[in-house]
């Protein structure tokens, strides 16, 4: 009878909390900032390393992609070298719509349409508000000629409801999409939901202080 359903990735029956530490860019380099990768029991690839710290003025990341680069696209940014942040800064789990709180960022390793980053957070109706502007969004990259780094910095003024000193929980699942082989993901597979319709099954970071 279920001969032919494809099997769901393990990593979607669970809900996970990950603690994150409060710093500075430098402490992005520490493996205590290093964010757990769930690709194993997902049955992934393993590509790229995922670094994460928090402070009241922004979200800082370091994605190490284990990979030469090859291209990047947009506005079909997951048929190439790309991205993809998804934070809620209101961690609403009861809510199954993509809301005000929730966001969908994307980075690339060189710049397409004159840039390195954009917002492409898609609202309904009274959820909608403006984008974060491309300019404000860091991304700074280091190729090299066998894997690439992104440093990237997400200011508070971009994360819409971001108040650390109120929440110390947010949101949060990552797609990280390459030109020629499947993503890595955190929380959930593609495959099975598409992270900005599914915002309920994003992992839980929690703001150590």
């Not at 800064?89 to 969908?104: E, I, M, Q, V, W």
């Not at 898609?122 to 280091?142: C, M, P, S, T």
């Not at 499947?182 to 099975?192: A, I, M, R, V």
Request: hydrophobic share 40%.
């Amino acid at each position: 009878m279920f001969e032919d359903v494809a099997p769901i990735s393990p990593i979607e029956w669970f809900a996970f909390t990950v603690p994150i530490i409060k710093g500075k860019k430098e402490d992005l380099f520490s493996k205590k900032s290093l964010l757990f990768s769930p690709a194993k029991i997902a049955g992934e690839e393993e590509f790229a390393k995922v670094y994460v710290v928090w402070n009241e003025k922004k979200l800082l990341f370091r994605i190490v992609v284990e990979e030469a680069y090859e291209q990047a696209y947009f506005p079909d940014f997951r048929k190439g070298d790309s991205v993809e942040l998804f934070i809620d800064t209101l961690n609403l789990k009861k809510k199954r719509l993509f809301g005000a709180s929730c966001h969908h960022f994307v980075f690339f390793p060189e710049k397409i349409e004159g840039s390195l980053a954009k917002e492409v957070s898609k609202f309904r109706g009274e959820d909608a508000h403006d984008l974060a502007e491309a300019k404000d969004l860091l991304n700074l990259v280091d190729m090299e000629k066998k894997r690439y780094t992104l440093n990237l910095e997400i200011p508070n003024y971009c994360l819409h409801g971001y108040e650390p000193s109120i929440g110390k929980k947010i949101g949060f699942t990552y797609q990280i999409n390459r030109s020629q082989n499947p993503p890595q993901h955190f929380s959930l597979s593609s495959y099975d939901f598409l992270p900005e319709k599914n915002p309920h099954l994003w992992a839980t970071l929690e703001l150590k202080s």
